[in-house]
């Protein structure tokens, strides 16, 4: 049986997207180590079908913090026998490929986003070079990867002339039954708008805010955590929408599913602050679809040109907020369109989901000499 060891940069909990994969590797023959870090509000991992491990570090975030993580993760690696080592993302690639490098194993990469494009490093361009430097320095040496969609699998190809499989941020698919209202209890008459991930800067999640001073018949539910979210909690104070605007703090991904399942309209309104989130395709318009949930996103490129194919809700760049909420209000009260949408809703899920991705997924491995 061969040991392969994910590594991430965050505390296990909530990321879905590396859940998934340990499980297909798993369930697919191999012995998976998922690698984290462990910070002071870390919840319990729960029992799952492949090895966790927390490195604890005195630093939070910055430059240490990343040399830190590197550090242990590179220890680990050279202390454990390791068949296939999988790099998440840019942060956690240094220790990972020069470990490989090392035992002379083979390195996977794994980009969730353009790193080196995040809207935090837009106007820091000094720890913007310095993650270019080592994107230079790595990444074209990496014969393995994959990443989230077409837009950032050809941006790499044009820049370091490597090839990158897709493997989209999509759900399990979901068989038992949606049902309303069952997690947050809010009045049946009422619509339910919700964001859930990360909250961080540029998403959009402000402009929803300012618009639900239009929008007397909705909640807004924000469920996820992030730099940003003591800011929102104070807007939403400012405007007085304490009692319409809802904060559910990080929740794991397995009781996440409740609270989608709950909404009537899924926001992803990226603003485009850089190319990451330009050719974005986050893993929460896929968890709506899942649920059947129709949607409101960014018109860029891949996000836009899922929902379109698939006519599922409406894209969207307006942020006036008084023009956004007339815009939310119009999906609502057209209710024709909106079962349209909700059919529509049934073939993308069916299409949409991990159980046809992780084919891609599992061929990748099966070069990496995984299996």
């Known amino acids: 049986m061969k040991h392969i060891t994910l590594s991430v940069t965050n505390d296990l909990i909530t990321d879905q997207r590396v859940a998934r994969i340990a499980g297909t590797l ?24 492949y ?22 993760l590179f220890i680990y690696f050279l202390v454990t026998r390791i068949d296939v080592l999988v790099a998440n993302d840019l942060d956690t690639l240094p220790a990972n490929a020069l470990a490989a490098r090392i035992k ?11 790193f080196t494009e995040v809207p935090e490093l837009q106007d820091r361009p000094t720890v913007q070079r310095m993650w270019e430097r080592i994107e230079n320095l790595f990444l074209p040496k990496v014969k393995y990867a994959y990443t989230v969609c077409h837009s950032i699998a050809m941006y790499y190809h044009a820049k370091y002339g490597i ?4 493997v ?30 990360a909250l961080n800067l540029g998403r959009g999640i402000e402009q929803v805010i300012d618009a639900m001073c239009y929008l007397d018949s909705c909640f807004f539910v924000i469920a996820g955590d992030g730099d940003v979210a003591q800011q929102l909690r104070d807007r939403v104070k400012e405007k007085e929408l304490t009692e319409r605007v809802l904060f559910t703090g990080k929740i794991p991904y397995k009781q996440l599913k409740g609270y989608t399942q709950s909404a009537h309209l899924g926001i992803s309104l990226e603003e485009n602050l850089g190319l990451n989130y330009y050719y974005s395709l986050p893993n929460k318009l896929f968890d709506y679809i899942q649920s059947q949930v129709p949607v409101l996103v960014s018109d860029f490129p891949e996000s836009g040109a899922v929902v379109k194919r698939y006519n599922i809700g409406l894209t969207t760049n307006e942020s006036d907020p008084e023009k956004l909420a007339a815009l939310i209000n119009s999906m609502f009260a057209d209710e024709a369109r909106y079962e349209t949408w909700k059919v529509n809703l049934q073939k993308a899920a069916d299409e949409l989901c991990w159980e046809n991705e992780e084919r891609i997924l599992l061929k990748v491995y099966e070069r990496a000499g995984a299996f």
């Not at 927390?54 to 240490?64: D, E, N």
């Not at 068989?175 to 619509?191: H, I, S």
């Open 26 to 49: 798993s369930d697919a023959g191999a012995r998976v180590s998922l690698l984290g870090v462990k910070r002071p509000d870390c919840k319990p991992v729960p029992e799952l079908v």
């Open 51 to 72: 090895e966790t491990k927390r490195f604890w570090t005195p630093f939070q975030k910055g430059p240490l913090f990343y040399a830190y993580i590197n550090f242990r």
């Open 104 to 114: 002379r194993i083979p390195l996977v990469y794994d980009s969730h986003e353009l």
């Open 163 to 166: 090839h990158m499989e897709v």
């Open 168 to 197: 989209r941020n999509v759900p399990l698919r979901m068989r038992e039954e949606v049902f309303v209202n069952p997690v947050l209890n809010l009045p049946a008459d009422k619509k339910i708008i919700l964001y859930q991930g």
